[in-house]
């Protein structure tokens, strides 16, 4: 009888404090991870949030130009050191991006050409309308590149635009007889469309280009 009568009695239910409670689904906390398992990856974020409106850094400009609002405009504080290591704008076809130094004196955009690093500080590829605004593109080379190097390299976009510009090559090497009769590939701006679009359209307003005292520039 004590065996029917065990094998009859009702699941245990909660009545109170101390009860026995069956044990629901996982629910995340919150930060990543489901309370009582393992860790789950976080969700990914399909908006990034706005551009920063004030450049400090090579990684604030990064996110500048890699943003894909159509509307893209920041200021440059001070110096920008990019060493050797470049940057690359792929704008869409509807998108603008403006930079422009947020004070009146000159922002500094400073690329060192090195043969292990890259061989373009900034390089447009893309975009409606690029307007640059009262910044100074400066390279350096310690020697001779064995490939083309430029401050800033324009492979696409629409439209170009560089406004009360300076292109600085502060230390350059100094050209020997030999050097000056081959060509030389270093340029501040180098422009090299690509035959399967139309080129783009290039203007230079108010713009300064030098080298320095001793050896000029290329």
């Known amino acids: ?12 239910t909660n009545k109170g404090k101390g009860g026995d409670v069956p044990k629901g689904p ?8 489901a309370n009582g398992g393992n860790p789950q990856p976080a969700p990914i974020n399909p908006n990034p949030g706005k551009a920063p409106a004030v450049v400090k850094d090579a990684a604030d400009l990064k996110s500048v130009t890699d943003h894909p609002d159509a509307e893209v405009q920041a200021a440059i504080r001070e110096n920008i050191e990019l060493e050797s290591i470049g940057l690359t704008y792929r704008g869409s076809a509807d998108q603008n991006l403006k930079l422009e130094a947020e004070e009146f004196e000159h922002a500094i955009v400073r690329f060192q050409y090195k043969s292990s ?14 307007v640059f605004k009262r910044i100074n593109f400066q390279i350096e080379c310690e020697k001779t590149p064995d490939k083309v190097a430029a401050a800033v390299a324009i492979r696409g976009a629409r439209t170009v635009r560089f406004v ?14 030999a050097l000056k009769r081959e060509r030389v590939p270093l340029a501040s701006v180098l422009i090299e469309a690509d035959n399967t679009q139309p080129a783009p359209a290039v203007y230079f307003t108010d713009c300064y280009f030098e080298g320095n005292k001793d050896n000029g520039g290329r």
């Open 164 to 177: 009360e510009c300076i292109f600085s090559q502060p230390k350059m090497p100094k050209l020997t007889p």
């Open 26 to 33: 996982e629910v995340a906390d919150g930060k990543g991870k």
């Open 117 to 130: 690093g890259s061989a373009v500080g900034l390089t447009v590829e893309g975009g409606n309308e690029v």
């Open 1 to 12: 009888v004590t065996l029917l009568l065990s094998l009859l009695a009702p699941a245990t």
